[in-house]
């Protein structure tokens, strides 16, 4: 492509940017050739003109496209340059959250400042086994990958880790042997892998400090070797240290901070075992405290120091030495703090003898005081001939203390890498290691000195080492794809590496200038300037002369001369060493002999490996001298020189950790420090050898798959090579030869051929896309208007229609409007000449009519007239004569005028006399109305109160007759039907009492009138018309003289006021006292019944209850006799009353018949009336209560004995059997004296008072019904109460059980088991204390049966006696067969036999030996059968031992074949089925009831006589558990290789492969050429195999269904957490096609009847994530239905997908950051654990259902291959 092709119109590109490195633009205008700028477009809309040189070739980098962006692996993107890969990085760790990227062989790490739950047990096995290329990027994928080849290969590895401090370098060699812990545990039971973990907290405790960039940075450099055997177990570990940072434990910079150790020591000086350390804060220790602030955010040292000591006890470091270590630092921590005095002459220094620090130090090291603070003062100077001592100044005594406080700290550092070593040395020959090198990176800082110069001297010599690596593999790629190889120029630093190392180089001279006794700074920089001068590598600062420039690889690096000198010298005054030497603690004393090696790594080194021959980190010290020893420099390059041979000797892997922020914050990226790492650390420089090559390699399936598209459709058709038509393909499009070559399996590309590709696809499925919309919208447009023109043709024609049709009818209507007006204008004239006529026909009858009526009136009415003129005309002559008469007599007594207004007054007397009557005659009518409502009410109030307590009685009645089961029950249902039937009876006389109260009511009206009448009328008898018309009104009769009372006065005045009145109530009285008759004779009737009922029921069966029965009956005749006795009393008292009533109305009548007086007494007698009917309804109830307690007691006297048997039955008459307190009857007792104290003054109504007394009794019996239905509530909410209780108890109950159950899951597999099996213990011990009770019952009532059985026996020994000569008969027949029958009995007794020597031979030939084929054709489980046969006679025997023995024998054959076929699934699945069976037949012939439900008779006679099995019942489950587990283990070993091709990567639906997301790419040299590919089908045929085993094996289907569904969850788990952690699959074609394959999973379900097995439900998760792939992922709406579709996803498993989503095609965007945001927004509220992956490992509990067979044991057939002919059937 030329250049004008590349920089075209819409063409993004890369400019820089002094802010954000790189900033992208658009082009906006095409490029022509002599163009000097580029017009460009900002992201944020600025135009700019950027200028290019064209000659030079200095165009903009080009960006690759949207498709690329986001890969995992750097190399894959078109175009690789530096703005390239730094977008790359950031897109995947801002957005995606993706911390780490391969840059081919490179993994890069960006720490994320931040705990992400991605590394777990469970990330540890998705990764396990796993090409590298497969997974997305992990430090687990590049630990896989390191352990994969050095089991294939047979070659030690190595896995180099580095960066800056900060970037994470410890964390990331952390998890890199945490997971070689987790693959390769060990073999034994050393636990060596926790050992090697366990040595991180120690080393971070001596070795890592706070810094101003990383808050744990490693101070000093590792190289751990992790040996493996030749199974790759882990065996051991040895740890080799390099260059501790010495100078920080008495200096640190601010907001710095010493070694952790310190820290975490003065964090714990409380605890009792400290006190002799003499401890303070961190805050008064100088060496503690020189960098501020104490304390790290989020850190407890305290808690740190305890994970300190657990590590060292775990490594066996004893109590003692750990105190000795703790001492050392408490020591050097108060050698910091002495006190040190200048003298006057300013040359010399003193220290105060009460120094208590200098004291600490020296007992807690144990040295003599006096020499320590002499020493410390002073110096040795020896000469030829003499020896001087030489005061120090103070600071000189200040150096010389630094430096003795760090030659402790390094020789106590050594001292315990130097034990580490043997806590993790072995005596097992080490077969190979894996190497984890946790180094310095590339430092930079404004102050640079010696250590830095020495980090970054390691550096320069591990990116020579990385570069020849990384341009070996390239040359092995080449040559393996057979494509020419051409030298590749890439950077060389061999001459900044020589400019250090060579003779005469940087260390050369610093340390001969340390030779010189008065050697300094500034002379060693002078010789530096002077020698290398002229490198190019060297440079001199301008404005210095102490400091120097190295021109490193990654950047140029100043360094400050001063302190190089005494830092490499490290030196130590021979006296302090001397006096620590005679320390009288040994382990002190043993650190400073010189004859120790500090780091023997070599016995660890000399057993590494056959093929190389690792030494020690540090060289072998000689004796002192006066030089002390090598320098630090020469011991730096010696060990670094061994690191390099043993790298060089390994095949190396990478690990690059960036740091994106100096800040230390989650998830922010700077460019800049991104940068500055990337071109320190060697990314970019492997980026620039793979783009000086060809980096864009594409295997030829993808390359076709992906770019089919260009070829035309007669080339796709040819049955050619797909080699032979990519071929084709690239030489037409891309013309020059040199920018791809065809290898053996891929097509490698020059830099940007694949985004040229891209770009010609794109073009094509734009032009493709053009070309569908015409065609679409051209046949969108003609389908419009050949529906509108068809749509326009059909309305005409229906409009056409209309008007016609309308036409039509409007003239059919004007047709019929005429004719309907000619008919109704002749109607309206005929009808209008008919009313008229009939009007006048009319109107003359009525005028006539009225004529003669009038003339009649009128003859009448002149009749009538002259009869009444005649009449009034005598009656007023009459009246005249009496006027006249009396006008004389009063003219002859007084004036006329007095007579006249005596007439007047008496005329106004009357007249307010009547107003006064009318006014209270309304008040009594008012009175009266309110008092009958209240009546009629009260009386509708016990009409419902009846008829409920009838609905309650016949609901008693017929529970009554539903529990009756005998004779005498259906007696007292019929006694209860009878009482019914009373009681209907009773009711229907309550009714007539109630009709007899209305008829008092309207003789109560009549006598109100006739009040009425004798008020109008004062001072005159009514006339006998007057008295007949009323007592013809009223509905009663009126009583006669006889009835009315005792005294002859009341008589007497009766009689002055008629002698009619006085038989007011003499007919009701009668009806009463008959109707009292009439239920006394009714209740002699029911005491004859009874009494011939108890005749009756004599059976002795019934006798208690009859007894029972008998006193409830006296008890209610009791009750009657005393009803009937009130009754009595009650009617005389009403007698009594009523007269008394009587004579009070006829007093009042006879003084002056005034109404005022009539108003009084008739207001008495409601008054009476109403208080009489509270009194009585209060104490009658009260009386009957009373009376029938004290008669029900004195019957219970009597009873005794029949009264205790009856307590417990229920009787017809509820007042019978109710419980009264005695208070309570004392109580009504004295009620009732009140009563009939009180009703001595007044009495009822009626003569014998039947109505109360019968109403009260009605209401009585009502009470009692309803005492007795209380009763019953009562009992039954105790009832509900007690069923609550035992609901509660069985919650909590359940609840423990869930309790225990999530307990459970949150242990180990091991723990799991245990805890079951002491739970199952418990559950059978408790079950077993049940059964016990329960045998104890049987037992007695076996006991009441036998004697029961004794009576029936002599009955049926009776019986045969009259049978004997039959019976005699029918046995000679049966003795003539009976020789056959016994034979049949033996053959069919279900029996083996076999003798006791026999034993291993059935056991041999029926398990051991046995295979399944040879009882295939057989019943299924026929093993299982057999030995329960055998069981079966041993119990028959009663041989207990056989039986021990026997099972015993076949349980540890059974676990013996399953152990040696511990991989066969069929010989797994066979004695599973057979040992469920035996465990079936041992429960289903228990003879237990719960077990032997389904068996038919022949199957109970086989069941167990003697022994009781259930221990080894328990057992069988145990070992039945363990066999489906193993079973499921080998069917998932089977399934797991098959899953991920299987589900995730075949291609079920044709087609679509070729919209797969591109530029993923296979780094892995781990993985074969010929990788084992499955289908569906695989799976699919591999599940038909292993149902139609169990099936055919006779394994129960609930068990089956359970292995199903575990490992449809095992596919689930494993293909889903291997999409999570793949980026190639997140597409939406493997959604689609992952939805089709777990269809076909489910079809097959269907097929095989497993729905109900719950295994589709395990697919959940699988199915959702599919449909989260194919679901749209822009709006909100589209978040909220993800949310609400996605249940069985956990937040973390939906946000990593759409992370790792990739459009499949330029034309399908991203999903946003912001629609993940707002996902999480809306998953916020969901309780869930931080779980990415599923644990593919968990087991769903296993459930053995009893499942009885039908097949009984005489049935079965033994077929003579089976090798048991010393089996005898019984």
């Known amino acids: 492509m030329s250049v004008t092709e590349l920089y075209s119109r819409y ?6 940017d002094p802010e954000e490195v790189w900033k992208s633009a658009e082009i906006i205008k095409d490029y022509k050739e002599g163009d000097k700028t580029l017009h460009l477009k900002l992201e944020d809309e600025t135009l700019l003109e950027y200028p290019i040189d064209a000659k030079a070739n200095k165009f903009p980098f080009l960006r690759n496209p949207d498709i690329l962006v986001g890969e995992n692996d750097l190399t894959a993107l078109s175009y690789l340059h530096e703005p390239a890969v730094l977008h790359n990085l950031k897109v995947r760790f801002l957005e995606s959250n993706h911390i780490y990227t391969y840059c081919g062989i490179v993994l890069v790490a960006i720490n994320p400042y931040e705990q992400l739950p991605i590394y777990g047990q469970d990330v540890i096995y998705a990764y396990s086994g796993q090409n590298m290329g497969d997974m997305d990027p992990h430090i687990f994928a590049v630990a896989e990958e390191a352990y994969k080849q050095m089991a294939r290969d047979e070659k030690n590895q190595s896995i180099i880790v580095s960066g800056e401090s900060g970037a994470g370098k410890t964390v990331s060699a952390k998890y890199a042997m945490r997971y070689f812990a987790s693959v390769g545990g060990s073999s034994s039971e050393t636990n060596i892998e926790e050992k090697v973990l366990a040595s991180s907290p120690i080393m971070e405790a001596i070795g890592n400090a706070k810094t101003t960039r990383n808050d744990n940075s490693s101070r000093f450099g590792k190289y751990i070797q992790i040996g493996f055997d030749k199974r790759y177990h882990i065996i051991g570990a040895n740890m080799r240290t390099y260059l501790l940072e010495k100078s920080r434990v008495v200096f640190q910079a601010d907001d710095e901070r010493n070694y952790h150790v310190f820290y975490q020591l003065c964090a714990s000086a409380s605890l009792p075992e400290f006190k ?14 020189l960098g501020g602030d104490t304390s790290i955010e989020g850190v407890d040292d305290a808690d740190d120091f305890e994970k300190t000591r657990h590590a060292f006890t775990l490594l066996g470091v004893k109590d003692s030495h750990q105190l000795a270590i703790f001492k050392i630092l408490a020591a050097i921590l108060h050698l910091g703090n002495v006190d040190l005095q200048p003298e006057r002459d300013g040359e010399s220094s003193s220290i105060s003898k009460q120094d208590e620090h200098l004291h600490n130090f020296c007992r807690l090291l144990g040295v003599e005081h006096s020499q320590m603070e002499h020493w410390l003062c002073h110096r040795k100077l020896v000469t030829t001939s003499e020896t001087y001592i030489k005061n120090m100044s103070v600071q000189q005594v200040v150096n010389a203390r630094n430096a003795l406080a760090k030659h402790i700290y390094a020789q106590l550092f050594n001292w315990i890498v130097q034990h580490i070593n043997k806590a993790l040395h072995t005596t097992v020959k080490q077969h190979s290691f894996i190497g984890v090198l946790d180094i310095y990176g590339f430092e930079t800082f404004e102050v640079n000195s010696f250590e830095q110069f020495c980090i970054n001297y390691a550096n320069e010599k591990l990116q020579q080492q990385f570069n020849s690596h990384v341009f070996k593999l390239e040359q092995e790629e080449y040559m393996k794809e057979q494509i020419p190889w051409t030298l590749i120029d890439f950077y060389d630093n061999q001459p900044c590496i020589d400019l250090i190392e060579a003779k005469l180089g940087i260390f050369d001279l610093l340390d001969e200038e340390c030779k010189v006794p008065k050697g300094t700074d500034q002379n060693w920089a002078q010789k530096l300037y002077d020698r290398h001068g002229s490198s190019q590598h060297f440079q001199k600062p301008r404005m210095s002369n102490i400091s120097f420039i190295v021109v490193h690889f990654a950047d140029k690096v100043e360094y400050q001369c001063d302190g190089f000198l005494e830092k490499n010298r490290d030196t130590v005054h021979e006296e302090q060493i001397n006096i620590l030497k005679a320390s009288k603690y040994p382990m002190v004393a043993d650190l400073f002999h010189d004859g120790k090696d500090p780091a023997p790594a070599a016995a660890t080194g000399k057993g590494a490996s056959s093929k190389i021959n690792i030494r020690s980190a540090r060289p072998t010290v000689k004796s002192a001298n006066k030089e002390h020893k090598k320098t630090v420099g020469h011991q730096f390059r010696n060990s670094l020189h061994l690191l390099m041979e043993t790298l ?18 989650p998830f922010s990226f700077d460019p800049k420090r991104a940068v500055q790492q990337l071109r320190a650390c060697g990314v970019l420089e492997t980026i620039r050898i793979s783009a000086a090559g060809y980096p864009s390699r594409w295997t030829y399936h993808d390359f076709f798959n992906r770019y089919r598209i260009l070829m035309k459709k007669k080339d796709t058709s040819k049955k050619e090579d797909r080699k032979v038509i990519c071929k084709m393909l690239l030489e037409s499009l891309i013309k020059d030869p040199d920018k791809f070559q065809f290898g053996r ?19 094509k499925f734009r032009a493709a896309t053009i070309m569908i919309q015409k065609t679409v919208r051209g046949w969108l447009q003609r389908a419009k208007y050949q529906k509108m023109k068809k749509a326009a043709l059909k309305i005409q024609r229906y409009t056409r229609g209309h008007l016609a049709r309308r036409l039509a009818d409007r003239l059919r209507k004007t047709r019929a409007a005429i004719v309907l007006q000619k008919q109704y204008r002749m109607l309206r004239i005929r009808r209008a000449y008919q009313a008229i006529h009939r009007a006048a026909v009319t109107i003359q009858a009525f005028t006539r009519g009225m004529f003669v009526r009038k003339t009649y009136r009128k003859n009448k009415e002149y009749k009538l007239l002259t009869e009444q003129f005649s009449t009034a005309a005598t009656s007023h002559s009459t009246e005249i004569e009496k006027l006249k008469k009396e006008l004389q007599r009063y003219q002859r007594k007084k004036g006329d005028a007095n007579q006249l207004a005596s007439l007047q007054e008496e005329i106004d007397s009357l007249r307010l006399a009547l107003e006064k009557a009318h006014g209270e005659r309304k008040i009594v009518e008012d009175t009266y109305t309110k008092e009958k409502d209240v009546l009629r009410k009260r009386i509708s109030d016990l009409e419902e109160e009846n008829a409920l307590l009838k609905q309650e009685k016949e609901e008693l009645n017929n529970k009554i007759l539903c529990r009756s089961e005998d004779a005498f029950a259906q007696n007292a249902v019929e006694e209860n039907l009878l009482t019914k039937k009373e009681l209907e009876e009773e009711r229907v006389r309550y009714q007539n009492l109630v009709q007899e109260y209305s008829r008092l009511e309207q003789r109560y009206d009549n006598l109100r009138d006739e009040m009425a009448i004798i008020k109008q009328t004062p001072g005159h008898r009514r006339n006998p018309s007057n008295q007949s018309s009323l007592e013809s009104d009223s509905n009663y009769p009126s009583i006669s003289t006889s009835e009315v009372g005792d005294t002859e006065d009341a008589i007497q005045q009766v009689e002055e006021v ?31 019944q009874l009494e011939k009922r108890e005749n009756e029921s004599k059976k002795p069966q019934v006798i208690e209850m009859k007894n029972e029965m008998d006193l409830d009956r006296d008890t209610d005749l009791a009750y009657n006799s005393l009803k009937r006795q009130e009754l009595e009393s009650e009617n005389k008292k009403l007698k009594n009353d009523l007269n008394e009533l009587r004579k009070a109305i006829v007093d009042r009548v006879a003084q002056n018949n005034s109404s005022n007086d009539v108003h009084d007494s008739y207001s008495l007698l409601l008054n009476q009336l109403k ?36 307590s417990n039955m229920q009787t017809s008459w509820p007042n019978s059997d109710k419980h009264v307190d005695p208070e309570d009857a004392i109580e009504a007792y004295h009620g009732v004296c009140q009563t009939n104290r009180k009703t001595e003054d007044w009495g009822y109504l009626n003569e014998d008072g039947e109505l109360g007394l019968a109403y009260q009794g009605l209401k009585q019996v009502a009470r009692l019904l309803e005492a007795q239905l209380q009763d019953q509530r009562r009992e039954h909410e105790e009832e509900v109460e007690t069923l609550k209780e035992q609901m509660g108890t069985l919650r909590e109950e359940m609840e423990k ?3 225990v159950f999530f307990q459970t899951l949150q242990l180990s597999p091991e723990a799991q088991v245990e805890f079951g099996i002491q739970q199952e213990i418990m559950r059978l011990t408790s079950e077993n204390l049940d059964l016990k009770e329960l045998l104890e019952k049987l037992k007695k009532n076996e006991s009441k049966l036998k004697k029961q059985l004794k009576i029936y026996m002599k009955k049926v020994q009776d019986y045969e006696a009259d049978q004997v000569v039959e019976q005699t008969e029918k046995r000679r027949h049966e003795l003539n067969r009976q020789v056959t029958v016994q034979r049949k009995e033996k053959d069919f007794q279900g029996m083996l036999e076999y003798c006791k020597e026999d034993e291993p031979l059935l056991v041999k030939n029926l398990v051991t030996d046995l295979k399944p084929q040879m009882v295939s054709a057989t019943v299924p489980c026929l093993p299982a059968y057999i030995l329960y046969m055998c069981i079966r006679h041993a119990d028959y025997s009663n041989d207990d031992h056989k039986v021990h023995s026997l099972l015993t024998s076949t349980i540890n054959g059974i676990k013996k074949v399953l152990k040696k076929h511990h991989d066969d699934f069929e010989m797994t699945s066979f004695w599973l089925a057979n040992t469920c069976r035996l465990l079936h037949c041992l429960k289903q012939y228990s003879g237990d009831t719960g077990f032997m439900t389904q068996n038919t008779v022949k199957q109970n006679e086989h069941c167990l006589k003697n022994f009781d099995l259930t221990e080894y019942r328990q057992i069988l489950s145990d070992l039945s558990i363990q066999i489906y587990q193993q079973l499921i283990k080998i069917a998932e070993g089977v399934l797991q290789p098959m899953i991920v091709t299987a589900v995730l990567e075949n291609e079920s639906i044709q087609g679509l492969s070729g919209v797969k997301p591109m530029g993923y790419r296979k780094r892995t040299s781990s993985m074969g050429d010929s990788d084992n590919f499955y289908t569906l089908e695989a799976i699919i045929r591999q599940l038909n195999t292993f149902h139609s085993v169990m099936y055919d094996q006779g394994l129960d289907p609930e068990i089956i269904q359970q292995a199903v569904k575990q490992l449809f969850y095992m596919i689930n788990a494993v293909a889903l957490n291997n999409l999570l952690l793949r980026k190639d699959v997140c597409s939406w074609s493997t959604g689609m096609q992952l939805r089709f394959n777990i269809s076909q999973l489910e079809e097959w379900l269907r097929v095989k009847n497993l729905q109900q097995s719950g295994a589709a439900k395990t697919m959940e998760p699988l199915i959702q994530a599919a449909q989260l792939l194919q679901l749209k992922k822009k709006t909100s709406e589209d978040a909220e239905a993800i949310c609400s579709l996605c249940t069985a996803l956990t937040t973390q498993q939906i946000v990593k997908i759409l992370n790792l989503y990739t459009p499949v095609n330029e034309f399908e965007e991203r999903v946003t950051v912001a629609f993940i945001r707002n996902i999480q927004a809306n998953l916020q509220e969901r309780n869930e654990p931080p779980q990415l992956l599923l644990d593919f490992k968990f087991m769903f509990p296993v459930l053995f259902p009893f499942n009885p067979s039908s097949l009984t044991m005489d049935s079965i057939h033994i077929p003579a291959s089976l090798g048991l002919e010393f089996l005898n059937r019984v």
């Open 1297 to 1299: 059980q869930q309790e």
């Open 648 to 665: 060089n000797a390994t095949t190396p892997h990478y690990v690059r950790c960036i740091k994106p922020n100096d800040e230390k914050l």
């Open 1171 to 1206: 208080s009489a009917n509270e009194e009585l309804e209060v104490r009658k109830e009260e009386v009957l209560i009373l009376r029938t307690q004290i008669i029900k007691s004195a019957q219970q006297k009597d009873a005794g004995r029949n009264m205790e048997s009856n």
């Open 745 to 763: 399996t891929k097509i490698f590309f020059r830099a940007g051929q694949v985004a040229y590709l891209e770009k010609l696809r794109a073009d």
């Open 11 to 16: 063409t993004r590109v890369w400019i820089p």
């Open 1058 to 1088: 008629g002698m009619e009145k006085a038989a007011m109530d003499m007919t009701l009285f009668l009806k009463l006292q008959k109707r009292v008759r009439e239920l006394e004779q009714e209740r002699k009737k029911l005491q004859s």
């Open 276 to 289: 002799e350390l003499s401890l303070m804060s961190a805050e008064n220790f100088l060496y503690t405290s």
